[in-house]
């Protein structure tokens, strides 16, 4: 076990990682692999190593010590294949039909070797093309209510709550987060990028004082409120679908923050599958409403059944955490909204759109629900009235 | 130095603590000292050691491996000596004048050697004898403004924040707030302690279901709000007084948390004074409206002057950071006039009034301004409607 021993950090190259797989016997050591180089390659290394014959294949993840999206100047720890791997095993405790399987980590090579899912297809990608996924929401919802719960301070006691915050103490992505998501795009900031057809709308957004303070607050929850483990990064590129089958991936920002940013996030990206494409609408506001409605009943029954916490039998505490989260999760989404559009980080569901003039359309409808979203979001008191209000935005 | 280099722990007794000193060089080695054990006992040891011919003294403190108050069955770990002498550092930094200085800490000691304020006056035995302390709100107002600051996302850099937020982890004395001041005193707990006289205004306050779900928020925010390094202990017994100077004690409890704790903290215990004697009523409540005054004042210069965050320029956004600060000031003080008059640990302003009916009487209207405050903290806006409301309360 030459390469599983190593305590030296080094990238590894499609040969060394099928010396690794076979180094620690997840393959018999004869056998002919084949070995591909899959990633993205922003933050990290994705290899799929394959034995045909037997049709078994694994992933390896290995981080990358930057962030190639900004080149090699944002420098990055390589302790997020630790976040993402530990993160990934409390997932698969709650809800193991949820997340792929972890077969191996090894924190020195910053290298994670878990279940290969290339039968199905990144979410994002598949609702661009048309899929519905008609599990989708339902899977989420359950697996946004397990492992919000299982890991708040209604479940652990607050001491192993505690004790699990400081597990994942993710500094370094949380600002990527902090800055990207919250600040950057409200502000004239190099990081930003978008059409110079709407600086007229980006300046707009830059002077809206309202919004801001409203986005102030979202920072300020981001920043201090340490609700439950939570995700950090829900986007539908973080989520493999069929119409059988949900897996979430790459918990690398995981941290104990405010638990309607999940929501949020996955609420946001799916809503520009909407404003990519109206005639989507029926099918992601139902995906949205059924997202929150398996959240919400599940986590309602784990907080009647399994919270040691005496003040949750108390008459309209549940009904206080749920509205918060909805009404956060709103806020959250809104900002996702509007950093996709004008941030640094785009998404393909906007700027996929062919006609020019449909995409600045496009653009200028996520800049302004954002907007409102996040300035209306504690006008909502229940998910109904959030779709109603979706149902009439003028997309 | 053989003790201070010494690995294991051991209670210090009044000649090893005169060893130690000797050992540390903090005095000359043929000097006579004088050495007394002057603690209440509660969590720790506490030596005051003194050289009669130089007039020189030092205070020892040494964390014991339980909570005495409970007997030894509480168990607590002696890390919170490095907490305390951590947090004194840090709030030496910023506001010298207003803690002890210390001298020398070793960790596997559980020992904190500092500064000797035997000339001052516990605060709450000097208000109970009936001193005024003109300057306290004002020092305890600027201790608070520029420890919640200078330990905020306002001030440090997230990533800095979050690297003393981990150093400041401190679940086992978290978790006696979390049940004594949040949880215990609002159920028929093991710990309450109450005269049977007040049977019944207990049992109607844990059959108040308003109050216990306004309770059940303000602890949420306890266990999930890292605002800022807040002390967690900040009554009139932490605190040292003279008609000149002001010194804060004893932060062991200190954490990262929501800043209103502190300045509720201390709300409650001046409030006491008010209880037990209402011929204090115009001096305590210039004391209470000149702390947030004060607060505010070096706060907003602070927010101003030296928050590197952008949205701290946001018109809108200090004013909702102060107010949400006063209003959960305001509930957490709530919290600690029940706890105090029906929890486990009491306070001397009310029971150590003389006669049991006015005794009985104001432990009543502690109970009952505790659960108005509780109840109604977010109709106050501004600190001068509080002090409105508190001098129309009929104590």
């Known amino acids: 076990m030459a390469l599983a021993k190593e305590k030296i950090y080094e990238p590894l190259n499609e040969d060394s990682a099928v010396v690794l797989v076979k180094d620690l016997g997840l393959f018999e050591k004869e056998i002919l692999l084949e070995c591909e180089e899959i990633g993205d390659g922003n933050l990290n290394l994705v290899f799929r190593i394959a034995d045909r014959l037997n049709n078994k294949s694994v992933i390896i993840k290995q981080a990358l010590p930057y962030a190639k999206v900004v080149g090699e100047s944002w420098p990055l720890t390589l302790q997020r294949a630790q976040i993402e791997a530990d993160a990934l095993k409390i997932y698969h405790q709650h809800t193991p039909n949820l997340v792929p399987k972890v077969h191996y980590t090894n924190n020195d090579l910053a290298v994670t070797i878990m279940e290969d899912l290339s039968h199905l297809k990144i979410t994002r990608s598949g609702l661009i093309e048309g899929e519905s996924y008609p599990l989708l929401s339902g899977h989420i919802g359950e697996f946004l209510a397990k492992s919000l719960f299982y890991t708040s301070d209604y479940y652990l006691t607050p001491p192993a709550k505690k004790a699990l915050a ?40 830059w002077n809206d004082l309202v919004l801001k303070l409203e986005a102030a607050k979202l920072k300020k929850s981001f920043l201090t409120e340490g609700e439950a483990l939570i995700h950090g990064d829900l986007h539908t590129g973080s989520i493999f679908s069929s119409n059988e089958e949900t897996k979430v991936i790459d918990p690398e920002f995981a941290f104990f923050g405010p638990i309607g940013f999940d929501i949020g996030q996955f609420f946001a990206n799916l809503l520009f599958q909407i404003i990519s494409d109206t005639g989507k609408e029926k099918i992601i506001l139902d995906h949205i409403s059924n997202t929150w409605n398996s959240f919400q009943t599940i986590y309602s029954d784990l907080w009647l059944s399994e919270s040691h916490e005496k003040y949750t039998r108390v008459e309209g505490y549940l009904d206080y955490v749920l509205k918060k989260c909805l009404q956060d999760a709103i806020g959250f989404a809104g900002c996702e909204l509007i950093r996709r559009t004008i941030g640094l980080a785009h998404v393909q569901d906007l700027d996929g759109i062919p006609s020019f003039d449909k995409r600045l359309q496009a653009k200028r409808n996520s800049l302004s629900l954002g907007r409102e979203m996040i300035v209306h979001r504690a006008d909502f008191q229940e998910i109904s009235g959030f779709i109603d209000y979706l149902r009439t935005f003028q997309f």
Chains 1, 2 share one sequence.
Do not use: A, G, R
Request: proline share 5%.
């Open 166 to 205: 400081k597990k994942f103490y993710n500094p370094e992505l949380c600002k990527i987060t902090e800055d990207l998501v919250f600040t950057d795009p409200f502000f004239n900031s190099e990081t930003n990028e978008f059409e110079e057809e709407l600086t007229d709308d980006v300046q707009k957004l």
